[in-house]
């Protein structure tokens, strides 16, 4: 079993996948719903840690310049568990977060952890981008940091189109140049499942929504 199947599995028993009847935050009805809100025990974290950990080190070159950056408020607990995971793994990488506001007392500033300087490459911990509203939120703090920005990873791709025909990873990339890789596509979901009549339902949203 790979780790993308075993990760599917890891979220349906943790309840952060479930299939029934949805409606998502743009309105559309949907066979599943992925929640991130679901992991909230140590050991669910520390195994999403480890998931990020294999797709980081399955599709990009870690260098002693890569420092990992989770916005803020999912994404802290993801950063300093992907940390942990590569650590584990004896890949030691410098990690960092922001604040929702700056600290004006004690040491300030926005960011928390590794400082940010000109030569970082900067790797973006996120869970699901729905519409990249976290990314770019926090762009102009690391752009003016002088940090360079050469990846997002994710935890699901549902690779659905927005009002303007294009995924947000395809906006992403077209606005920053910035490379997204997901733990899971919804691709690998559908692959999974073994329900004829959830299948059709998942394939006939997918037809409709997805830029596939």
Known sequence: MTYKQDFIKFMINAGALTFGDFITKSGRATPYFVNTGKYNHGQDIAQLGKYYASCIRDNIKLTENTVLFGPAYKGIPLVVATSIALADQGINVKYCFNRKEAKDHGEGGE????????????????????AGTAVREVMPLLQSAGAMVTALVISVDRMERGTGGRTAIQEIKEEFGINTYPIVNVKEILGSIDNAELVAQMQAYMQKYCNL
């Open 111 to 130: 960011v928390v952890g590794h400082k940010l300087s000109p030569g970082d490459n900067v790797i973006i911990i996120e869970d699901v981008i729905t």
